[in-house]
């Protein structure tokens, strides 16, 4: 870490590798020769038309985006996108399937049911969320025009360890705190979408592959800033899109090629994780109640069962160099959101404190 920073395991808007924060920086007075910041700069211009397609074939390199897919970039993040799914890929039969896995899945599900015939058709909150419902306890409609998923529940701190197998209906993934933390065959998904600030760019953005068969019909209410088709269309650009973000995410993919690529992401990620995984496994002060199969790589929560010991914990992470370590609000408890970014030692770190943490209560 650089000088005056520190470890940060924020959930979301998270933390971005120092190189490119320090590119970022180096071209934030003179992008490319252009005598301007990409902060002041028309999006129909030259250097920025450069930019965001250079993002869009990054993203195609390092998920290996199939040629049938179009990818979008979206304003209103990853809740912008569950809110006009319904719109553009229901409209078929008017129903969809929702796997409930977590937070941000049940929130889709209430958003589609304002537009179509939207169910639940399994759901692992009857366990606190503790697992991802497996291939059995899924109740599927083959009629069903998609089935929407959460590829890595942010909150509770799982993750889908197998890909459902929905028959020939769509499957469609929120995979917004886990994007480039694993090679993805994106062929088995009708859409996969992601609001950036997990693991990508910063905050203003959602970012959206789709399957070209799937778009076309939207409902004739569909606002056009929401139409997939004719955002395809306008290649992102019917409005002003989010130029900084869209910048950032070339710039991290940049990185993320020059480092080996999301293979690399991977290995790296899973060495981070197990470093907590495996403390936590070793000792009984820390708990993680998480289904040991469907362990996120990017979230870890655990807890010490005593809320005024998370509280110490949790207000003892500035001094040990630490920020963001509280659980979501709907947990509470702990968690460190480990994302692409955050460096093994940073980890270490974190595993250190615990440890001393525990020696002291
Ligand atoms: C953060 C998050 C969201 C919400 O993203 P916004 O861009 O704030 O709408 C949705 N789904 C998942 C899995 C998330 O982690």
Excluded at 23 to 35: F, H, P, R, V, W
Excluded at 68 to 94: D, I
Excluded at 220 to 233: F, G, N, R
Excluded at 317 to 326: D, E, H, M, P, R
Aim: hydrophobic share 40%; charged share 20%.
């Amino acid at each position: 870490m650089l000088e005056g920073r520190i470890y940060n395991f924020s959930a979301g808007p998270s933390i971005l590798p120092e190189p490119v924060l320090l590119k970022a920086q180096a071209e934030l007075l003179n992008c490319e020769g252009s005598g301007m910041s990409v902060l002041e700069m028309s999006h129909r211009s030259k250097v920025f038309d450069a930019i965001i397609k250079a993002a869009e074939a990054n993203l195609r390199k390092v998920m290996n985006i199939p040629d049938n897919y179009k990818v979008l970039f979206l304003q209103g993040g990853a809740s912008g996108v569950f809110a006009s799914l319904p719109m553009n890929l229901g409209t078929k039969n008017g129903k969809a399937d929702y796997i409930v896995s977590g937070n941000f899945s049940g929130q889709a599900l209430k958003e589609a049911k304002k537009y179509i015939n939207a169910r639940e058709a399994g759901s692992s909150k009857a366990d606190d969320f503790n697992h991802i419902p497996t291939q059995a306890e899924l109740d599927l409609d083959p009629e069903a025009d998609y089935v929407h998923v959460c590829w890595n529940n942010t909150i509770f701190g799982t993750k889908w360890n197998y890909i459902p197998d929905t028959g020939n209906v769509p499957l469609v993934a929120d995979m917004s705190s886990s994007i480039l933390s694993e090679e993805i065959d994106v062929a088995k998904f009708g859409m996969i979408y992601a609001g950036v600030q997990k693991n990508l760019a910063p905050a203003g953005l959602a970012l959206v592959i789709v399957r070209e068969d799937l778009i076309g019909n939207a409902m004739p209410i569909t606002p056009k800033i929401w139409d997939y088709a004719i955002q395809a269309e306008k290649e992102s650009m019917l409005n002003t899109p989010p130029c900084f973000p869209i910048y950032f995410v070339k710039l991290v993919t940049d990185y993320i090629l020059e480092q080996g690529g999301v293979a690399e992401m991977h290995r790296r990620d899973v060495e981070k994780a197990a470093i907590l995984y495996d403390y936590l496994d070793s000792q009984d002060f820390y708990k993680n109640t998480v289904n040991p199969a469907d362990r996120s790589i990017m979230n870890v929560t655990f807890r010490t069962g005593n809320d005024e010991l998370d509280a110490a914990f949790v207000k003892g992470q500035a001094a040990a160099g630490f920020s963001n370590l509280k659980g979501h609000r709907l947990v509470g408890g702990m968690r460190a959101s480990i994302y692409n970014a955050m460096p093994k030692e940073g980890v270490e770190a974190l595993v250190e404190y615990m440890k001393k943490f525990a020696a002291e209560h």
